[in-house]
């Protein structure tokens, strides 16, 4: 092994498994932070003191069968309950819901591409939005990028199976690479109660894609029968055959009916058709063919207008605009999308690997393709004589309640799509840079108190607040929450909407805020956080059976167990109205999206500080359906907090030099 290039997983064995924290340190940690929900309000915080005492003397035993469970597992005492819990037993749909969604900056030398046949009038909303429309047709550029991205996603996973890839490192020291082999040839498999996910090595080393057009899956070969890279031009050859194929189709009325729309809805709905449609031996090799292929493509006829219309292309990429839900494989963990235009975009399964590491792996990929210009003047390489092998996979004995259950899976998703609201905000004011030299904070826990505040603002109360922090400094580490909405946060946004303030008063409160922001931040990271270990503990009452030694619980301990959990104070503080995460800097991923958690006035936000702007996703449901949700509002009045705050800290520029030097 090259010690210049160590394999990706060499590490593995030096990582930490995930640390169960002491019992009383995260008691303390969740009073701390239930602190600004429970406000002045002695009796209430008398009351969730009283509960959390209780339940830190009954509690005990339940952190000793929780240490004795963690010894039975292989990884760490959380990785198959958080997927079991976060994921595989959600039942909604996974459309909006639970998969995540980017899309990747166009290519500015595109070709072939069609626009909109109707103008758009400037006092339309839409002229501001973009609009998504169906050309009914397929592009040349299309295919060609779509090629690309494929020979390109496909140079990542032979450097995962070769184990390449540069081992990531913080300053708390080496990442877990494991979620990195969990993202090829990876599936969900719906089951009632509790899905499943499926890998072998068959589908790991796969030689195989699928390809969806209107809803018709294609099995295409992406290696040859010795195990070689098809070329460009081979692998374009086969996607205008399935083109060409589905035109005919059409004309024949040879459609079978749109299977894909039951990967988006809800999951038991699902489980019941897969369970009949694996009955049949035909339908088990077209579901195990479509298991196997290393990643989804999603070639679609609809486009944005006007081109760039990044509210209008994420759109597409989320959910699939004109039809929610249709010609996707929403249980593949990968999922590339490309509209008529050569718009790229991507939809990911969650359970098995967070957000992040695929957003790595897309970043670098469409780096590689931004590198090549796809010309209408040079064809792309490709073998002499090549013939296309067109390979439709087909469903049979698609019964009356099948379809009606497709329906029904229509009419679910199209009204998921229709309650959410989601857009891109890019704020151009100041990034990364800025916050760092004038205001001297953290540029992550800046960005997080700006959003509180925006919140703060518009809905007159503090929200719960979810930041995912990453734990991969443990071995299959996933993520654990930062419950951002602390003491200090509140205090910072009392005093910014206190007009008796001075800048300099608010300014001292970004600080203290940012500081414990950051402490806070470190704990979840370093395996110390609150609502992974409560869950753990939830589950160890729940589950767990009593240890040999343990004595015979009692009813008290029984009452003061229960009561802790069923605690309003606990369920408000975990019903998480600001769910955010941010990401590295990226330059080719243009938005990024996921699903609020939360409804009523709740936001999903994903945001990427950049040196010198700040990018923000952000997710809502409708006004009437989140009941007081407003996303445009948040946006306009997300500007207006980052503009507030570059006052404040830029006319605080000489204090901030005082507090630095010690003058203060």
Known sequence: MDPKHPHMLSEQGKLPRLPIPPLRQTIERYLDSVAPILGNDTTAIAETHRKASMFLKAGERLQQRLISYDKTQNNSWLESWWLEMAYLGWREGLCINSNY???VADDSKAYGTVTCPTSLASSDSESYNGRIWDSYEYGEFQIRRAVRFIQRALDFKESINKGRLPIERTKAGVLCMNQYKCIFGMTRIP?????????TSASVNSCTIIVIVQDQIYNVHVYDDAGHRKLDGDLEIELFAIVADIAERNKQCDIDPAIPILTAGHRDRWAAAYEKLESHPSNCATLAAIQEALFAVSLDTTCSHPPGSINAEQLTVKCHGTQPGHNRWYDKCANYIFDRNGLAGYIGEHSPCDALVTAIMNENISKAVAREHISSALPSPCTPDYQPS??????????DTILIQIQEAEEEVAR??????????RFEGYGA????KVAAVSPDAFAQLALQLTYFQMHGKFASVYETASTRQFLHGRTETVRSLTSEAADFLNTMCDSAMSNANKYEALVRATKKHQIILRQASSGGGIDRHLLGLRLAYYRLPPLPDEPLMSQDEKHAIEEFFADPVLTRSSSFQLSTSGLFPAYYITHTGFGCVVSERGYGINYIIEPNRIRFGIEGKTKAVGKGTDVELFEKTLHQSLAELRIICGQSKDYVGDMSQGRL
């Open 416 to 425: 998921t799509a229709r309650s959410s609201y989601s857009r891109q905000f």
């Open 191 to 199: 089951r009632m109660g509790c899905d499943e996910l499926c890998q």
């Open 101 to 103: 969604w980017l899309t």
């Open 390 to 399: 067109i390979c439709r996979l087909r469903f049979f004995d698609v019964d």
């Open 433 to 436: 840079n800025w916050i760092k």
